[in-house]
Structures are given as C-alpha cells and as structure tokens.
Nanobody, 119 residues
Framework: VQLQASGGGSVQSGGSLRLSCAAS????????MGWFRQAPGKEREFVAAIAWTGITTRYADSVKGRFAISRDYAKNTVYLQMNSLKPEDTAVYYCAADRAVLTSKSDYWGQGTQVTVSS
C-alpha cells in the first residue's frame, strides 16, 4: 500500500485545514487508516484513525471535538478535517494504514505534511 499525504500549510490560531491521504495498491479499502503527528523534539503521537468500515473512529483526547476523520472509498482517500487549530497542533502529520489496529509501528506510512499554526 502506498500513501500520499497532502493539504498541510500555515494558518493562524482558530483556523482550519483539511489533510488528505490517497492510498493505492493492495486492498487499502480494507485497512484501518489514520494520522499521527510529530512536533520538533517530540515523539510521534497518534491523532485519529478510522476503521475500514468507515463507522468506527478514534481520536486523541487533545483533538476530540476539533478534528474529524473520514474516508471516501471511491477515491481511496482519507481526510482529516482540522478546525479550531491551536499553536500546539503544529507538527508534521503522517498518514498510516494497518490491517488491524493503527499504532506507531504500523506497516504503511505516507510522507509527512507540515502543519504550522501561528498565534
């Protein structure tokens, strides 16, 4: 499975961005997909995941109520809508895929996309 992330950028605090992760190869529609992020000097952390059914979602406490993950099976793409962004959301965001539970050790990763939130 190959993953291509896009949609990062620079916004002011309170703004919004939408990240996209296009999957190709394999049976990506049957994978759990999601996002991690890594800020400078910090470890990579989980952000959000969506099951292959598209029904079950999971979020980090720090983004609940502000971020929403969704997937479009026709486009083999997963989206992360990020609203009410805060400076602490600044990080490189990575999409990932796994046949089971998404973790930092999952097999498939896209390249990162930078998100910068200024105060």
């Amino acid at each position: 499975v190959q993953l291509q992330a896009s949609g990062g950028g620079s916004v002011q605090s309170g703004g919004s961005l939408r990240l996209s992760c296009a999957a190709s190869g394999g049976t990506s529609t049957s994978y759990t997909m999601g996002w991690f992020r890594q800020a400078p000097g910090k470890e990579r952390e989980f952000v959000a995941a969506i099951a292959w059914t598209g029904i079950t979602t999971r979020y980090a406490d720090s983004v609940k109520g502000r971020f929403a993950i969704s997937r479009d099976y026709a486009k083999n793409t997963v989206y992360l809508q990020m609203n009410s962004l805060k400076p602490e959301d600044t990080a490189v965001y990575y999409c990932a895929a796994d046949r089971a539970v998404l973790t930092s050790k999952s097999d498939y990763w896209g390249q990162g996309t930078q998100v910068t939130v200024s105060s």
